[in-house]
């Protein structure tokens, strides 16, 4: 009889103990599984939230209005004809389209400017600037002949041009920048205002398409830049007709 009574607590210690058991596995169950709801849902609202930024964000990247080769060989006083270029520069430029062209004065003799003009329709060529390019080459920058020129356009509007200077060896190489953006919005234009360069991460990538513009000019015969602002002036007139109308245009390097 005692046996059968130790036998019987025993059983049923078992048996509440089993019950126990079976709701905290139930527990545990549901638990996980209202996680996985919670997580699914997470994700859900995640995706449509970045599906809807996204499209709030979008921006297009406008194409030139006309073709780069389009820009006449004659601007004025200037007689222009295009130069070839390696495959290996084109490449390593990012471009979309470009030209690599000598522009001679028609008034004074042996007196030219080079121009490369670089357009790519995702904005990628922004990394490659005279600041990075030129000193990798072996070119020293000289400080005091850096200028800013400032360059009359139509309806009395004015553009701010970086005249750059470098040196190598006897050699001396000016170098005017300037370069648009198209496509960005308000505050991507506010913020490339402020004190930052194409070298920060910001400079370097652009939501939009871009174009940088580059006039090359060997010598020391124009040290202040003003036959560089002169041809940079009819570029600019020439430039107007191929870009597109909504644009920024900046000169930090």
């Not at 209005?65 to 290996?88: C, H, K, Q, V, Y």
């Not at 170098?175 to 308000?186: A, N, T």
């Not at 602002?229 to 909504?246: N, Y």
Request: hydrophobic content about 35%; aromatic content about 10%.
């Amino acid at each position: 009889m005692e046996h059968d009574r130790l036998r019987l607590g025993l059983e049923g210690m078992s048996f509440r103990g089993f019950g126990q058991s079976n709701g905290t596995i139930e527990k545990k169950y549901m638990y996980k599984v209202n996680r996985l709801f919670l997580c699914g849902a997470v994700l859900t609202t995640g995706i449509f939230a970045q599906a809807a930024l996204e499209k709030l964000n979008h921006t297009e990247r406008p194409a030139l209005r006309m073709p780069l080769n389009s820009i006449p060989f004659d601007l004025r006083d200037w007689t222009g004809r295009d130069e070839a270029i390696d495959a290996d520069i084109v490449e390593r430029a990012q471009t979309t389209e470009y030209i690599n062209r000598v522009y001679d004065s028609r008034k004074q003799s042996g007196l030219n400017f080079s121009v490369w003009i670089n357009y790519s329709r995702n904005g990628d060529n922004l990394r490659h600037t005279p600041e990075i390019c030129l000193p990798s080459g072996g070119w020293t920058k000289i400080e005091s002949q850096t200028r800013v020129l400032s360059v009359l356009l139509a309806r009395d509007r004015t553009i701010s041009i970086t005249r750059l200077s470098y040196a190598k060896g006897e050699l001396v190489e000016h170098v005017g920048f300037w370069y648009y953006i198209f496509g960005e919005g308000k505050l991507e234009n506010y913020a490339r205002h402020l004190p930052i360069t194409s070298r920060s991460s910001h400079g370097r990538t652009t939501r939009g398409s871009s174009m940088t513009v580059e006039v090359f000019h060997s010598g020391d015969n124009d040290p202040e830049g003003e036959v560089m602002r002169e041809f940079i002036h009819e570029l600019l007139a020439a430039l107007e007709r191929i870009l597109p109308l909504e644009r920024a245009d900046y000169h930090i390097p």
